[in-house]
């Protein structure tokens, strides 16, 4: 028995020129390096003769399936999203594409986050989606404003320290 998740809404189509140049660059890699080397490598399993007990033939052939959904998905992608370029007319405000420093209310922690599109996240470099329920909170705060988040464990209250935006 699977497990059964309602569909997700559909995400927002902003993106950084970075992200937009990353996704691209990804594209081109995977079209024009990774799968010619997997097809060649697919042949020369299919030449090893019976299939049915061949790994290496097995493997490739799901490997290009996974190349091809990548390949499939990103030149969809890159049609609908918008690139978001410059600082917003008020840059004061939390909005697509600030650093935007938090403090905690209930233990004075502070973290700096990015805004940036679904498709550019990157948890380690502290990118967080502007489709994510921190980032929805947080838009249009300014420096000092307290605002509530859904968090998973539980609602939680920030104070927005610094809003910068990178030139």
């Known amino acids: 028995m699977g497990r059964w998740r309602p569909p997700q809404g559909p995400s927002t189509a902003l993106v950084t020129r970075e992200g937009f140049e990353r996704l691209k660059a990804e594209l081109d890699e995977l079209w024009r390096v990774r799968r010619p080397e997997v097809v060649k490598a697919l042949a020369a399993a299919a030449a090893e003769g019976d299939r049915s007990e061949n790994a290496e033939y097995t493997y490739r052939k799901k490997q290009l399936g996974e190349i091809d959904r990548r390949v499939r998905y990103l030149a969809k ?91």
């Open 77 to 167: 992608r890159i049609e609908v999203l918008k690139v978001v370029e410059g600082r917003p007319s008020d840059p004061d405000a939390v909005f697509f594409g600030a650093w935007v420093t938090l403090e905690r209310e209930d233990d004075g922690t502070q973290a700096t986050y990015r805004i940036v599109g679904p498709d550019e996240i990157d948890a380690a470099r502290g990118w967080i989606s502007i489709d994510s329920p921190l980032a929805r909170a947080a838009l249009k705060k300014r420096v000092d404003e307290e605002f509530e988040a859904p968090l998973p464990a539980g609602p939680t209250r920030f104070i927005v320290v610094a809003v910068r935006y990178e030139a």
